[in-house]
Structures are given as structure tokens and as C-alpha cells.
């Protein structure tokens, strides 16, 4: 199955870009590339989704590298309401979608 | 918004006991999967169903574990005899896959059903 990684934490300022980084480099060339979010008591949210090409939608940028061995999240303006763990997920050519650890961002005032 | 609905919200039981999770996909989804949530492990992918066949089921405890899909609006996940190590949260998500291989359409999470087995 796909492995992802990601770091286990990272912290943003209020209002400044957020750059999430994720390593999927074992993902199959025909699979998408996931994000979802999950805030306290909540189930996962997703975000954003892609193949090969960048990404944007009203909550994030995604962007691909080239050789689609990592992508990254990007929040344009943080907001406290942004502050969760957020998971990258590739399928592995299968139907699985497999959750790593997870980055849990957060959002200083 | 539509969205996947799991009962009960919360759940405390005794060892042994029979424990049933219910979801309700969203309507014209034909996929659901059910996850376990700890602390420890994270998010573990425990069975997956599309257009109501059981596809993957590897990550579920055979011996006391099982899931199936009585119907397109319902799906539940059971554990018999429970045990204390089962307490988790237990999220279903559901979503549409047209039949490729790969998934470009979003999951779509419940809000989990907290299990609690003493």
C-alpha cells in the first residue's frame, strides 16, 4: 500500500501562507493525490485533490512536483479556524486510501 | 449539504457485549468505507464497499468484526463479543467511484461514532 509522510507538526502565523508539505513516493502514476483536514470532535473534511497538475480551489492551493513523488498544501492566509491535522492520501492503484500521521497545524494569533 | 450520518454519536458498553455502528451514506454514492481512529495507530482503513460489495476487509478483525451493506442507504459495522482495545472512534465516509481504478472524487466523512468498551 502507499505510504505517505508527512511532519508531525508545524506552526503558522495568523494571516501569513502555510506551505504543508507530503511525500507520497511510492504512489502509482494513475493514482490522485488527496488532502483532508479534520477539526476536534469532527470526522476528516476534505480539501483539495489532484493528479499532475496544480490545483485551486476556495479553501487551498495543491501543488504536484513533476515527478509526483511529493505535493504540497498551500493555505494562502491562515486563520485560527484553519488550525487541524491535516492528512495527505494517495490511493496505491487499489481503492484504498490509506491515512498517515497527519501534520496538526497551528495558527498563532 | 448532504451529508454521511453515523448513530449513535457516542457509545459505552461492557466487555463482551454486542456493539452495532450505523452509517447512512450520502444518497447516489456508491462507496463506503469504514475507518478506525486512535490515538496510537491513527487512521486505519478497516473495510471498504462499492456498490454494496464487501472489495476490502483486510483491516478488520476477522474473529469479532464485520460489516456489510444490508442496503444502498445503510451500512453497519459490528463487533462481537467487544473489548476494551475496540475503544475508538469509528468513522464512515462514503463517495462516488465510476469504476476506474483510481479515486478523483472526494470522500465524504460522518462525524464518527465514539466507542467506549470497559
Known amino acids: 500500500d502507499a505510504k505517505t509522510t508527512q511532519p508531525n507538526s508545524m506552526e503558522s502565523n495568523e494571516e501569513e501562507p502555510v506551505h504543508l508539505p507530503c511525500n507520497h513516493s511510492?504512489?502509482?502514476?494513475?493514482?490522485?493525490i488527496h488532502w483532508y483536514r479534520q477539526l476536534p470532535s469532527q470526522g476528516p473534511e476534505y480539501v483539495i485533490h489532484?493528479?499532475?497538475s496544480n490545483v485551486n480551489n476556495r479553501m487551498a492551493s495543491l501543488a504536484i512536483a513533476e515527478d509526483r513523488k511529493s505535493s504540497t498544501l498551500i493555505l494562502h492566509r491562515a486563520t485560527l479556524r484553519d488550525a487541524a491535522v491535516y492528512y495527505c492520501t494517495g490511493g496505491s492503484g487499489t481503492y484504498k486510501y490509506i491515512f498517515g500521521t497527519g501534520t496538526r497545524l497551528k495558527v498563532l494569533a | 449539504d448532504a451529508r454521511v450520518t453515523q448513530t449513535p454519536r457516542h457509545k459505552v458498553t461492557e466487555m463482551g457485549q454486542e456493539v452495532t455502528m450505523r452509517c447512512q451514506p450520502i444518497?447516489?454514492?456508491?462507496?463506503v468505507f469504514w475507518y478506525r481512529q486512535t490515538m496510537m495507530q491513527g487512521l486505519e482503513l478497516l473495510a471498504y464497499f462499492r456498490n454494496r460489495a464487501p472489495l476490502d476487509d483486510s483491516g478488520m478483525p476477522k474473529d469479532r468484526f464485520s460489516a456489510e451493506m444490508p442496503d444502498a442507504t445503510l451500512a453497519t459495522l459490528k463487533i462481537q463479543p467487544s473489548e476494551p482495545r475496540d475503544s475508538a472512534v469509528y468513522f464512515c465516509a462514503s463517495g462516488l467511484n465510476p469504476g476506474r481504478r483510481s479515486y478523483n472524487s472526494p470522500l465524504h466523512f460522518g462525524n464518527g461514532t465514539r466507542l467506549t468498551v470497559t
Open positions: 511510492t504512489i502509482s502514476g494513475t493514482d490522485y
Open positions: 444518497l447516489g454514492h456508491n462507496t
Open positions: 489532484g493528479l499532475t
